[in-house]
């Protein structure tokens, strides 16, 4: 079965960097995307960035375009999250998916969809950026 454990989370100062991980297994690239959530307290989870892997075509929210990067490395069947000049706005738990649908990040990013998909998650980790 579709197993995704995110890694990478912990505590930053506003201006630098993390780099999140999400290790999938039962799992091979195909043509359905992935993407990266997040949600903070008192807020609904919301998308932060996707990829399709086999073509590698990228998205993002307008709050982190420019400053994070989402990748695949299909060697190592990872998505990593490279995120720089964080800001405090940033806290929250990240979530690694894949949703079911396949053309899920085409309606988020041209669209504007939101919500939780339906899909594969990750348990999450804490991004905690403090001033």
């Not at 903070?40 to 073509?55: D, N």
């Amino acid at each position: 079965r579709v197993q995704l454990v995110e890694s990478g989370g912990g505590s930053v100062q506003a201006g630098g960097s993390l780099r999140l991980s999400c290790a999938a297994s039962g799992y091979t690239y195909s043509t359905n995307c992935m993407g990266w959530f997040r949600q903070a307290p008192g807020k609904e989870r919301e998308g932060v960035a996707t990829i399709y892997p086999r073509s590698g075509t990228t998205a993002y929210s307008d709050s982190v375009k420019g400053r994070f990067t989402i990748a695949k490395d299909n060697a190592k069947n990872t998505l990593v999250l490279q995120m720089h000049n964080v800001k405090v706005e940033d806290s929250a738990v990240y979530y690694c998916a894949l949703p079911y649908s396949g053309d899920y990040c085409v309606r988020w990013s041209r669209d504007g969809e939101k919500g939780r998909p339906d899909g594969w998650w990750g348990q999450g980790t804490q991004v905690t950026v403090s001033t």
